[in-house]
Each structure stands twice: as structure tokens, then as C-alpha cells.
């Protein structure tokens, strides 16, 4: 197998449900020996979120996928010293516990850096290590509704909706582990220590390009407008007529050329500049559910691909399962569980011309590599294992 471009860095999970995690599943499906420390007899709360299969979390699968597990109470007056004596022998910490709580547990980053000078941590907190809302609890609904994604979500005369997953989650996991490449980076650049201190709302704030420099350009914030893109139109989804929805955006002029083609429409051609398609937003839209809804979905979809329109239909998951181009490119694979039993997830996401991204191993049960992780990279001998155990630290 080719070596992955993070072979020999290991990562230590002090991070639960699920930016953190996310961030370090990551890093291990590019090789990275990610090491998931929880808590004994209960484990990260992700286990237990349904659905349940013989008690095992679907999203677990997920989660802990290409990790080890080693269970620890940091609670317990021994934690400190054993985490130290595991970060001595890691690269990367990966936390999402409030700033205070790392304090109180002594595994923050100046406790830390002690153990491992050349230490590389990423935090993530709900609105990070600074500021006055510092130590405030927060999830991902939190952080999307203080990010604004929140305030503009949803139909222009109805309330502010979340989307149908924890974006912030999703997103924050993503640059968080961007965020740890480009701390490890400085760090073998300058041998210094490194902290990646991210609030889980400010990717969110990052990605929404026009939200803060319209509001200070023109005074007015973005509202909710449903599926109307302000910038575009059309740009909504329309049912075909044997029931499936379609996404038809014509992003570009170019693209609104060819629709229009398509739909052999006149009227709709004398529209030609956005302005005056936005302006006409309602009517053109209204012309383009007509067409739509006088077309089976695939016969359409070869008709839009073969003038290279740009569409495609809502998918659900078992769409995604069941779709030629997906299985062709490997974008859902069969991972066999603890228990042999072949689970269908996700693949780590891209194609690679040198290496290619791997889950080299199924979710570990709670604890399952304790004690030769406390041997390996903690050093303990057998016997200090044994005592920690009686003690209710593991």
C-alpha cells in the first residue's frame, strides 16, 4: 500500500460529538494514528445516537471508523499524567471541550506543552478561547444561529429553519482539520508549539462570502429568501412529472442560453440579462416548472445533459446508494463492523494522483486498545495498567 501523506503523525482525540471527532476522522483517513480517548462504560455520547444495530450507532460507524479507542475517566486525579505521558508521543491534540473545563481536567494546552514542547493543539469551542462568551455552551444549532446562516434560512414569509443537518458540525470538522495541517506546518517550520483556537460558529461566519461585506456596503442584511439565489435566476427546484424534484440553476449566462434552448421558449430568450431575469424571477420560474413538470425525470435529464445544461435531481440516500456514477467512483463503500457485518458509509471524499485516502479499520469497541496504547506510547508496564484499572481511572 502506498505510505499516506500523514503516516508517522498521531493524533490524540480528547474531543466528543462531533466537529472534533469529524476533524480527526479525518486526519486518520490520510494516515494520521488517531488515538479516541472517552469515557469509561459510557464512551462518546455518538455510540448511543440512533439508529441502533444490536446497540451499535450507525453514526459511530462513522465516527470512530480508523481509530483507536482507549477509555479514560478525565475526571480522575490520575488523568492528567497519563494524557501527558500520551501527548509526549503525539503530534496533534484535537479537544472541543469550553476552555474552562480543559482548565479544570489540567489537559489544556499550557498543562500539555509541558509533555510535548513542539505540541500542536486544535480547539474547538463553541465561540472559542477568547472574548466574553468564552466559556458559554453551545451545539451546532447554536453556533449557526449566532453565525447568521440561521437568520437566512428558510421561506421569506415563514420563520428562520436549521438545515437538515448540523452544518457548523460539518463545516467546523472540515477546517478544523485544515486548521491542524497548516499548525503542524508552522510547527516543522519554527519547532515551536502550536494552538488552533476555533469557534465552531466562525467557519460558518467565513463561508458566508456576501453576508458581512453586503451588509456594510448597502446597510440591509440578507433575509431569508427560500430557494431564490439573489444574485440568480432562475435558481430554484422544480418537479418533474412523475413526482422527483430537480435542481435547474443557470448560474451563468452561458448556461441560461442553453435552457432557454432547451425549452424552445422565445419570450424567455428576450430576458437576457440577470438583472431583468431577477426582475422576472417569478414568471420565468413559473415557465420553467411548466417544462419540467412535462417530463419524466431521466428522459429530461438526458435531454439537459446532452445540451450540457447544468441540473440534477434531489437525491436521498438511497438514491445516492443505488446511483451508477457514485459506485463508479467509489463514493460509498462496504466496511465490515467489529462484528463482520458489511456497513455501507461514506469514502473519504476525493481522488488523489499519488495516494488514495483509506479506512483501514472498523469503529474499535469502547476501550478496545487501552491497554497497548498505555504500554506503547504511555510507557506502562503491566502492573500499572492493572492498578489504574482497580483504581477506576480506565
Known amino acids: 500500500m502506498t505510505q499516506l501523506p500523514l503516516s508517522g503523525i498521531t493524533v490524540l482525540d480528547l474531543s466528543t460529538i462531533l466537529a472534533g471527532p469529524l476533524a480527526s476522522s479525518l486526519l486518520a483517513e490520510f494516515g494520521a494514528d488517531v488515538i479516541k480517548i472517552e469515557q469509561p462504560r459510557t464512551g462518546d455520547p455518538a455510540r448511543a445516537y440512533p439508529p441502533l444495530v444490536d446497540g451499535d450507532s450507525a453514526q459511530w460507524f462513522m465516527l470512530g471508523r480508523n481509530k483507536r479507542s482507549v477509555s479514560l475517566d478525565l475526571h480522575h486525579a490520575d488523568a492528567p499524567a497519563i494524557v501527558g505521558r500520551l501527548v509526549a508521543a503525539t503530534d496533534i491534540v484535537v479537544t472541543n471541550f469550553r476552555p474552562a473545563t480543559l482548565k479544570r481536567f489540567g489537559v489544556d494546552f499550557d498543562d500539555l506543552v509541558k509533555f510535548r514542547p513542539d505540541l500542536v493543539m486544535v480547539h474547538v469551542s463553541a465561540f472559542g478561547r477568547t472574548g466574553p462568551y468564552a466559556d458559554r455552551p453551545g451545539f451546532a444549532r447554536v453556533a449557526e444561529a449566532f453565525a447568521g446562516l440561521t437568520h437566512r434560512t428558510g421561506d421569506p414569509d415563514g ?31 519554527t519547532g515551536e508549539p502550536q494552538l488552533a483556537d476555533i469557534g465552531l460558529y466562525e467557519p460558518l461566519l467565513r463561508m458566508q462570502e456576501d453576508f458581512i461585506v453586503g451588509y456594510d456596503l448597502t446597510g440591509r442584511s440578507v433575509e431569508r429568501q427560500g430557494n431564490q439565489n439573489p444574485h440568480i435566476s432562475p435558481n430554484n427546484l422544480h418537479r418533474t412529472r412523475d413526482g422527483h424534484w430537480l435542481a435547474l440553476p443557470a448560474s451563468t449566462e452561458q448556461m441560461w442560453r442553453r435552457l432557454v434552448k432547451v425549452m424552445d421558449d422565445d419570450e424567455l430568450a428576450d430576458w437576457g440579462d440577470l438583472t431583468e431575469r431577477i426582475a422576472h424571477r417569478a414568471e420565468i420560474e413559473a ?108
Do not use: W
Open 287 to 394: 415557465r420553467i416548472d411548466e417544462f419540467v413538470g412535462q417530463h419524466d425525470l431521466e428522459p429530461l435529464m438526458e435531454i439537459l445533459v446532452d445540451a450540457e445544461v447544468a441540473a440534477g435531481p434531489v437525491y436521498s440516500a438511497a438514491d445516492i446508494c443505488d446511483d451508477p456514477h457514485i459506485r463508479a467512483r467509489g463514493s460509498i463503500v462496504a466496511v465490515p463492523d467489529a462484528a463482520g457485518r458489511s456497513r455501507r458509509m461514506q469514502a473519504p471524499a476525493g481522488k488523489f494522483s499519488g495516494f488514495e485516502p483509506s479506512i483501514r479499520t472498523a469503529a474499535p469497541d469502547l476501550g478496545e486498545h487501552t491497554e497497548s496504547v498505555l504500554a506503547e506510547l504511555a510507557g506502562l508496564s503491566v502492573n500499572e495498567i492493572a492498578a489504574l484499572r482497580e483504581g477506576g481511572a480506565i
Open 159 to 189: 420563520p428562520p429553519i436549521f438545515a437538515g443537518y448540523p452544518v457548523a458540525d460539518g463545516v467546523t470538522g472540515i477546517y478544523a482539520a485544515f486548521a491542524a495541517m497548516q499548525a503542524l506546518r508552522q510547527r516543522d517550520l
